[in-house]
């Protein structure tokens, strides 16, 4: 063959397969070629998810050829079925949050209850998403269509090649830096591994809790209590007047009540719903995962010490979609589902009435509130939409994001942290009047970002600043408990982190069981402060990391 025919058969190859190589190209492409815009990832992170994804693209053509049309267009369509929506949140997440979504991220989505994902999903939506998302499956569709037969390799006469083709596309599945680098394996082995340790936890606490665990009280167990945990959602303490917020947010809840401590150094230790509560509720430790499932929970606890357990979430759980949220908090004797009636958080307040109602010597309530999370409008009723930045004129900043929306999210936000006041200060009002030995406990399972220093709205670990773990902590204590738990100390300025709170917490009810440790009660005398982690960063990581962003804003 001279130089022109194979320079022309080329040619001729190219523009039969062409539509093939684009489409591969569009499913496989633009995530890695993306990912230079994210702040959260290494250069070199970012090339080997090009250089992998491109290994991949070329492999899947090369294999491709040794089959025919009909085949090629099913294996596209299959490709196209599994990355559109790992492709998809990708994407969004790259465009709007300059973030590369971590694994730790994507086992949140799987975690995510559907109705909270509806709600969230309902509020971004608008006609130019929508005609967006569509266009985005319907190019590729249409290039599947435009496939036509072309010549195919036998595998017979070519068995090397495919062999070797075989090979480097097992590699994908197999060699762990080469699915990590390629967004939807990832994203799909993600799912697979959180499915794994879902079933095997599921299995070891049920294994467990039909094992001896003894649960002894500190305390001779003549005077009944009722402890209230409640457990608030995206508030940062820098949105409450309680500590020092320009805006009058905590018009209920405030300083100088003896009976009421207000803890000023608090940090979660995450900043995702579940990742929280599966170190708020358990003794799971960073170097100890096991300990979800091989150490009591907080509800198996107090069900071994003889409590009566009541559960009252305004946060859809249960039904279908399992997850650890569920394998916790399910263990309540009593559990109470108020999020169906889709209110605001007062819904609970009746749900807390009937429990302390009951007879019962001694109560554990834990309350999840929906609190603060986003769409903040849908946080409060009508009469808690007070603060106005077009009336107060209280957000000074002029930086180029604090757009009208932006200010009116901030406005939305500070209602919601307004009505959060009103929520928890009924709970306490409540239990007060309930006339039991009692205590509550309230914080926020994370903190919440709202366009303090850049183009932000939200949670994410991803872009991890210090507005998402400063939380607030309360603890309140009728006088009858204080006289009661005077061995106990109250010292707001103490350094705590609420992965240690299963520790503080039983502590306060007075529960002695194997391996509590002291140092990890936030009201033990012999408390001793430790380094305190979100995720993988310390609190004073973050709190750098903070500053540099302030510094740069
Ligand atoms: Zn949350």
């Given at each position: 063959m001279n130089k022109q025919a194979f320079k022309d058969k080329l040619i001729e190859g190219f523009k039969q397969k062409r539509f093939l190589l684009f489409c591969l190209a569009y499913l496989l492409l633009p995530v890695p070629l993306l990912t230079p815009i994210a702040h959260n990832i290494g250069f070199s992170d970012c090339l080997w998810a090009i250089f992998f994804s491109v290994?991949?693209?070329?492999?899947?053509?090369?294999?491709?050829?040794?089959?025919?049309?009909?085949?090629?267009?099913?294996?596209?369509?299959?490709?196209?079925?599994?990355?559109?929506?790992?492709?998809?949140?990708?994407?969004?997440?790259?465009?709007?949050?300059?973030?590369?979504?971590?694994?730790?991220?994507?086992?949140?989505?799987?975690?995510?209850?559907?109705?909270?994902?509806?709600?969230?999903?309902?509020?971004?939506?608008?006609p130019f998403i929508t005609a967006g998302i569509i266009a985005y499956i319907s190019i590729p569709v249409f290039m599947i269509l435009k496939m036509r037969a072309s010549h195919v390799i036998s595998i017979g006469r070519h068995k090397l090649a495919f062999t070797l083709?075989?090979?480097?596309?097992?590699?994908?599945?197999?060699?762990?830096?080469?699915?990590?680098?390629?967004?939807?394996i990832n994203f799909y082995k993600t799912y697979i591994q959180y499915k794994k340790r879902h079933y095997n936890e599921k299995k070891e606490?049920?294994?467990?809790?039909?094992?001896?665990?003894?649960?002894?009280?500190?305390?001779?167990?003549?005077v009944g209590q009722t402890l209230v945990v409640v457990i608030g959602e995206s508030l940062t303490r820098r949105h409450m007047s309680l500590y020092g917020y320009g805006r009058k947010t905590n018009v209920l809840l405030h300083r100088g009540d003896s009976s009421l401590a207000v803890?000023?150094?608090?940090?979660?230790?995450?900043?995702?719903?579940?990742?929280?509560?599966?170190?708020?509720?358990?003794?799971?430790?960073?170097?100890?995962?096991?300990?979800?499932?091989?150490?009591?929970?907080?509800?198996?606890?107090?069900?071994?010490?003889?409590?009566?357990?009541?559960?009252?979430?305004?946060?859809?759980?249960?039904?279908?979609?399992?997850?650890?949220y569920d394998l916790l908090l399910t263990q309540a004797k009593h559990q109470h589902d108020p999020s169906l009636h889709k209110k605001p958080d007062g819904v609970v307040l009746p749900?807390?009435?009937?429990?302390?109602?009951?007879?019962?010597?001694?109560?554990?309530?834990?309350?999840?509130?929906?609190?603060?999370?986003?769409?903040?409008?849908?946080?409060?009723?009508?009469q808690y939409d007070v603060f106005h930045n077009d009336s107060d004129g209280f957000i000074r900043s002029k930086a180029k994001y604090m757009t009208p929306e932006a200010r009116k999210t901030i406005d939305r936000y500070d209602n919601s942290v307004l009505y959060n006041d009103f929520v928890v200060s009924s709970i306490i009002r409540q239990v007060k009047a309930s006339k039991a030995s009692s205590a509550v406990v309230y914080f926020s399972d994370h903190g919440e970002e709202v366009y303090e220093m850049r183009d932000f709205a939200g949670h994410a670990y991803e872009k991890v600043s210090s507005y998402m773990c400063e939380i607030p902590f309360l603890v309140w204590r009728s006088p009858s408990f204080g006289r009661y738990r005077t061995d106990l100390t109250f010292d707001p300025a103490r350094r705590f982190s609420t992965a240690d709170f299963l520790y503080s917490f039983t502590d306060l009810a007075g529960l002695r069981y194997q391996n509590f440790d002291a140092t990890r009660s936030l009201l033990n005398q012999s408390f001793k402060p430790r380094e305190r982690y979100f995720g993988e960063y310390t609190y004073k990581d973050v709190k750098d990391m903070t500053a540099n962003m302030e510094g740069s804003k």
């Open positions: 290994l991949l693209l070329l492999s899947l053509f090369v294999f491709l050829q040794f089959f025919r049309i009909k085949t090629v267009k099913l294996c596209c369509t299959v490709l196209l079925i599994f990355t559109v929506v790992p492709s998809a949140i990708f994407i969004a997440y790259l465009l709007f949050a300059q973030a590369f979504l971590l694994s730790d991220s994507i086992t949140s989505i799987f975690e995510t209850n559907p109705e909270e994902s509806k709600e969230f999903i309902a509020y971004y939506m608008n083709v075989i090979t480097v596309l097992l590699l994908f599945v197999t060699f762990r830096p080469a699915a990590h680098s390629v967004y939807f606490i049920a294994s467990r809790l039909k094992q001896p665990f003894a649960v002894t009280k500190l305390q001779p167990d003549t803890y000023d150094d608090v940090v979660s230790p995450q900043v995702h719903t579940i990742p929280v509560i599966r170190k708020v509720m358990t003794f799971l430790e960073r170097s100890h995962a096991d300990y979800f499932s091989s150490r009591p929970s907080l509800f198996e606890l107090f069900n071994r010490a003889g409590y009566e357990t009541y559960f009252i979430s305004n946060q859809p759980y249960g039904g279908r979609y399992e997850t650890s749900y807390l009435q009937e429990a302390l109602a009951e007879k019962k010597k001694n109560k554990l309530i834990v309350i999840h509130l929906m609190g603060n999370h986003m769409a903040y409008v849908f946080r409060y009723p009508k």
